[in-house]
């Protein structure tokens, strides 16, 4: 502190004693520019931070709306299963399937066959359903075959439907399974990126334990990427996975079985309380945000210091709708009008310090005159003056100097004659006072002394030749 006090006190003394025109465009430079430039970055950051939350609510918004489409498109298909879980028909017609009924079995798989057909054709986005029976016997309707002999959307080997995951997971426990985005290809129909859903069947009225079947709906990714996706620009990515870390859904791209977590923070394990295995543990909405941002900036999908992402759940935490904002993105545009402003201030900082050069130029051409005129007087010349200019500060002081300095030289004028008067003066009192009786008075009296010592002859005749004279 001691050091900091030492070196303002020693910039306050230099300050002090520069000249009044260097002071004078100083100060001009610092009132001017100073304000100038504190405005400008106060202009700033209010208007940047006002842009970011801006943009931010915005973000929000279409992610609320987004989250709400998401949810709506799951509630579709649930409402659907839901149907097909409630109507008496399936359980009817399951029946004669599940018991191999000879006589029945053909006519109950033609009947099922039919309804699962209105359905996909009632819902686009629907590219097949299926419907397995407790031995693993099939009906389905597969919309881009347009068949329920082949499927391009479900493997229908039994030994494929016995070891499918969410059949399986299905048939254990009563809720519905979502799976993952899967790619499915073929050499005849192409390749699509779908989602399945599936729920177990049960019998009500007979009241057994044990589910009549399994339900699968095969979904086009597409249709949901649809209902988030329009909200995607250069600056921000939607996208939607599950609790898992797995994406269900990005736009313009076909990321089938990437997992966010595992390429990028790691994925949470748990262990199995059944079995004892190690099994992937859900993440919170924080983590599968970060991963997100990280996963987005490592592939390349967007670019940029700042990337902010949001998110919201749906299905009651089991799928994150989540967006990605690219911040540096966002201020792009604002930092145009910055530019623009950092010109504007540049252009009126030079303007101010010309301004000031001048107005310290003028300033300094009317004091210089001044202190040279003061240094001529201060070295003796009298005669020193100054040429007034104009009718400001300066020319008043120039002729009050010019005033002064004229009475100085009169003053010194009559001073000086004042004492050669008195010099005068004193020189003929003097004169006054030598005259002939006294001079002889003293030679007569030095004549004395010298016959005292008996040198009287030179007095003598020094005395008869002044009397001669």
């Not at 149907?83 to 399951?94: K, L, W």
């Not at 006519?107 to 359903?129: A, C, M, P, Q």
């Not at 990028?264 to 991963?291: F, S």
């Not at 210089?368 to 009718?391: T, W």
């Amino acid at each position: 502190m001691k050091r900091i006090g030492r070196r303002i006190h020693e910039l306050k003394l230099k300050f002090s004693n520069m000249g009044i025109a260097r002071k004078i465009m100083f100060l001009l430079f610092v009132v001017s520019l100073i304000p100038l430039f504190c405005t400008m970055i106060l202009y700033y950051n209010l208007s940047s931070r006002l842009v970011r939350s801006q943009t931010t609510e915005l973000i929000l918004a279409n992610l609320e709306q987004s989250a709400n489409n998401v949810q709506n498109f799951w509630q579709t298909y649930e409402d659907i299963i839901q149907s097909i879980y409630i109507d008496d028909f399936y359980g009817e017609e399951m029946q004669p399937i599940n018991v191999w009924d000879s006589n029945n079995y053909q006519f109950s798989k033609s009947e099922i066959t039919k309804r699962l057909e209105n359905i996909v054709y009632t819902n686009k986005e629907i590219l097949g359903i299926l419907i397995v029976g407790q031995y693993y016997d099939i009906c389905f309707y597969d919309s881009v075959t347009s068949s329920s002999q082949t499927s391009f959307c479900f493997d229908t080997e039994t030994k494929y439907l016995r070891t499918n995951a969410y059949i399986k997971e299905a048939m254990e426990e009563d809720k519905i399974v979502y799976s993952s985005l899967e790619h499915i290809s073929s050499l005849e129909f192409g390749s699509k990126d779908v989602l399945y859903i599936a729920c177990q069947l049960r019998n009500f009225e007979s009241f057994d334990e044990k589910p009549m079947g399994c339900v699968m709906l095969c979904v086009d990714e597409s249709a949901l990427e649809d209902v988030y996706g329009k909200s995607n620009t250069n600056s921000n990515i939607t996208m939607v996975t599950n609790e898992f870390g797995d994406i269900l859904s990005f736009p313009s791209a076909s990321l089938a079985g990437v997992n966010i977590l595992e390429e990028t923070v790691g994925v949470k394990t748990e262990k199995d309380e059944k079995t004892g295995e190690e099994i992937r543990a859900p993440a919170d909405q924080e983590e599968i945000e970060n991963a997100a941002t990280i996963f987005l900036k490592q592939r390349g999908y967007l670019e940029g210091r700042r990337l902010e992402a949001v998110s919201k759940e749906v299905r009651k935490g089991t799928c994150y709708v989540i967006n990605v904002q690219n911040s540096d993105y966002a201020m792009r545009n604002f930092s145009f009008i910055v530019d623009i402003m950092v010109i504007f201030t540049l252009l009126v900082g030079i303007f101010c310090v010309i301004l000031s050069i001048d107005f310290s130029r003028n300033v300094d051409d009317s004091v210089q005159p001044i202190i040279s005129a003061m240094e001529e007087a201060d070295r003796g010349n009298l005669h020193a003056k100054i040429e007034i200019r104009g009718n400001n500060e300066f020319s008043r002081i120039a002729r009050q100097f010019n005033k002064m300095i004229v009475q100085i030289r009169v003053s010194g004028e009559q001073e000086r004659e004042a004492l050669l008067r008195e010099k005068n003066a004193e020189i003929k009192s003097l004169e006054a006072q030598i005259n002939p009786h006294f001079l002889y008075n003293t030679l007569d009296a030095i004549n004395w002394v010298a016959l005292d010592r008996q040198e009287s002859g030179l007095f003598h005749e020094a005395s008869q030749n002044y009397h001669l004279s």
